[in-house]
């Protein structure tokens, strides 16, 4: 049985995750027995933070732009044609450009910049979404996703520099 993750628990579980893979916190047990915490390591395990949520969200959004895909190709309401079309290209865009973009400058080391396309990817998503207001589009949950993992990645980087 698939348990579905909301938009809420995704940073929750990335929390989580850096918890578990930091050395300097302290587990139970050991509780604050050596305080010392190494700056390299924990720019490195923040690093790795970032680095994760931006991979998890580019494959969220490679899953939701097949989805989409999908969608335009069965559907015969000029609307709805050009409101999954919209979304194809905004999910292009952070698929293609915007995420690859952050992971990259993530490796070099060019905080700015990664923070600056995370935040597109999470801009483009809204924008997606925004094509079906008043109501909510088929793929909201999924929309709610990326941007919630592009956000907390972006929220992340800033941390780093």
């Known amino acids: 049985m698939k348990i579905p993750m909301t938009s809420v628990s995704w ?42 949520a931006l991979e998890l969200a580019l494959a969220k959004a490679n899953q939701t732009l097949v989805h989409v895909g999908k969608l335009f190709k069965n559907t015969s309401d ?16 952070t698929v293609t450009r915007h995420l690859p973009a952050a992971i ?4 070099s080391n060019n905080f ?5 396309q995370a935040a597109a990817a999470a801009a483009s998503v809204d924008s997606c979404e925004q094509q079906f207001v008043p109501d909510k589009s088929p793929m909201v ?4 996703v990326v941007h919630g993992l592009s956000i907390v990645a972006s929220n992340i980087v800033e941390l780093l520099g």
């Open 104 to 107: 990259t400058a993530l490796d």
């Open 112 to 116: 700015g910049v990664s923070k600056q």
């Open 11 to 52: 940073p929750f579980f990335l929390l989580h995750l850096f918890l578990l893979l930091h050395p300097s916190v302290p587990q139970s047990g050991t509780a604050f027995q050596n305080p010392s915490i190494s700056t390299n390591s924990s720019i490195t395990d923040i690093n790795g933070l970032a680095h994760t």
């Open 141 to 144: 949950d999924e929309n709610k």
């Open 78 to 93: 000029p609307v709805l044609y050009r409101s999954y079309g919209t979304c194809i290209e905004e999910y292009k865009g």
